[in-house]
């Protein structure tokens, strides 16, 4: 019995040093990539579309207080700050439009993309309004372009991030699945839901697998989504939403803070 609580004992020392080791490595990751400049470049997952409180100077951009790029930069204070994601951007907007503040002093930049060319929105459009068979059809379309052209599309992106900011920890963000299944909830089929989870992995193991030949992190949020899916009953993420449709399928705050964020943290 006494050597049973000894181990006991012994084994919650070691986790309680693990856990403060893991902390301390995080903490330091996080000070390092805070001792140089933050860019926060990326599309509407990234700039915080359907969190509410946009940065009035953002515009159509919609960049929210909210947002998981907000978010670490208030609780690190990098020595700077450029916050340039924004909503429906795709990665030759992001060639084209975000890459400004990168340079050789920027410590950290955190990215999402390629969901937009995939033709996101489309899709869910499709499925939303149409049949299943309409659904499916459009989904493989998409998957299509997700096998054989968006990987070139996140190679040229990544190139440029790590030709303009050679010295930066580069974390790319992926993309939730949408839906719980195996529950009752009023909306799309099962089929559907299903189908489009199933596309969401696609995509995220491409833009993971091609982050990773850069050796940039990448931050699986389908794990810290994981019970907070639309139909969980506590979905960090917007339905359809007809009173402000352009909220449709992105996370909310909650999913921002509680989504986003920690996988940021624990890529950084």
């Not at 049949?131 to 052209?149: G, H, N």
């Not at 907070?228 to 007809?242: A, K, M, Q, T």
């Amino acid at each position: 019995m006494r050597r049973s609580r000894f181990a006991l004992f012994l084994g919650t020392l070691l986790l309680a040093g693990t856990a403060a080791l893991t902390g301390a490595t995080t903490a330091q990751a996080s000070q390092q990539a805070a001792a140089g400049g933050y860019v926060a470049l990326g599309d509407s997952y990234s700039s915080g579309v359907g969190a509410g409180s946009y940065i009035t100077s953002s515009g159509d951009c919609k960049r929210s207080t909210k947002a998981y790029p907000y978010l670490w930069a208030a609780a690190n204070s990098p020595s700077s700050f450029d916050f340039t994601a924004c909503s429906g951007a795709r990665t030759g907007d992001v060639l084209s439009g975000q890459l400004g503040p990168l340079s050789t002093a920027t410590g950290l930049v955190s990215i999402s993309v390629g969901g937009n060319d995939a033709g996101f929105a489309d899709v869910m459009t499709t499925c939303v309004l149409q049949s299943d068979s309409s659904c499916l059809s459009r989904i493989a379309t998409a998957r299509a372009y997700v096998d054989s052209t968006l990987p070139g599309r996140l190679d040229s992106v990544y190139t440029a991030i790590r030709d303009r900011a050679p010295n930066a920890e580069v974390v790319v963000l992926g993309y939730p699945r949408f839906y719980q299944l195996g529950t009752y909830c009023i909306g799309l089929s099962e089929t559907k839901r299903k189908a489009i989870n199933d596309a969401a992995d696609l995509l995220d193991n491409t833009i993971a697998q091609r982050a990773r030949a850069y050796g940039f992190s990448f931050g699986d949020v389908r794990t810290t989504f994981s019970g907070h899916e639309i139909c969980s009953g506590n979905s960090w993420l917007h339905s359809v939403d007809w009173l402000n449709i352009g909220n449709s399928y992105h996370p909310k705050a909650a999913g921002q803070s509680g989504g986003y964020l920690p996988a940021l943290n624990a890529a950084a």
